[in-house]
């Protein structure tokens, strides 16, 4: 049974979450401070974190940064839960590694759905491409889909698995453009119209990641009023 940490300090939000985890068939346990969720992380099999911003001792952009740092669990899916709604608190959330994005006040059902896409993200659903094209090695760029290994030039990039996803899905069409509400479908697996704005704050940090200049970038280029695609030049 899939098993989801609630990280948040106000019971009434702990009870309505697990009211309705539970009702959808999940399992789960509940934290209320940061130190309090990093043990049960580092001690208890957990598929998926919910994570409270505003939470004490550490707050939840610290906690999601160890996990990230923390080879055992970098690629546990995290999901930021938050008052915090300006768009610079979800850019900031998303660079520190969370996968998703969800303010309150919420819908549990939206919020259901969101943890049943990014478990399937992690676990099963991949980017549409050939099956034995594992490797793409295009304009300095080299990434491995068997290690999830991101290059340039020879020189590590920093990027999480949610953007090597984006990256190698765009990567592996270039010339092609991807609509948003397709790269949303493709990477994160919604099944319901969301703000695409999600899309857009992942390929700004990307292209601050790989491009020379962000402003004027080389690989992944925008096509107003559509989405976007990864250049087709050499």
Wanted: proline content about 6%; overall charge negative; some cysteine.
């Amino acid at each position: 049974m899939v098993k989801v940490l609630i990280v948040d300090d106000e019971e009434s939000i702990q009870e309505l979450i697990s009211y309705n985890l539970k009702n959808e068939g999940f399992s789960f346990d509940t934290a209320s401070t940061g130190e309090e969720a990093l043990q049960k992380v580092f001690s208890q099999e957990i598929d998926l974190v919910l994570l409270d911003w505003m939470i004490p001792e550490p707050n939840g952009l610290e906690v999601c940064r160890r996990l990230r740092s923390n080879p055992q669990t970098t690629n546990l899916p995290v999901i930021m839960l938050t008052v915090k709604n300006e768009e610079v608190d979800k850019v900031l959330g998303l660079e520190i590694g969370a996968d998703d994005y969800v303010t309150k006040p919420f819908s549990p059902r939206e919020l259901i759905a969101r943890i049943r896409a990014n478990l399937r993200n992690h676990k099963n659903i991949q980017p549409e491409i050939a099956p034995d094209k594992k490797v793409i090695n295009r304009k300095g760029l080299y990434l491995d889909k068997n290690k999830y290994m991101a290059l340039k030039e020879g020189q590590s990039l920093n990027i999480s698995p949610r953007e090597f996803e984006l990256l190698f899905m765009l990567a592996s069409s270039p010339g092609r453009v991807f609509r948003r509400e397709e790269i949303l479908n493709q990477i994160w697996g919604y099944d319901f119209p969301l703000d695409t704005r999600t899309v857009d704050v992942h390929i700004r940090y990307l292209r601050q990641k790989i491009e020379e200049d962000p402003g004027n970038p080389d690989y992944l280029l925008t096509i107003r009023g559509v989405g976007y695609k990864f250049t087709e030049s050499d």
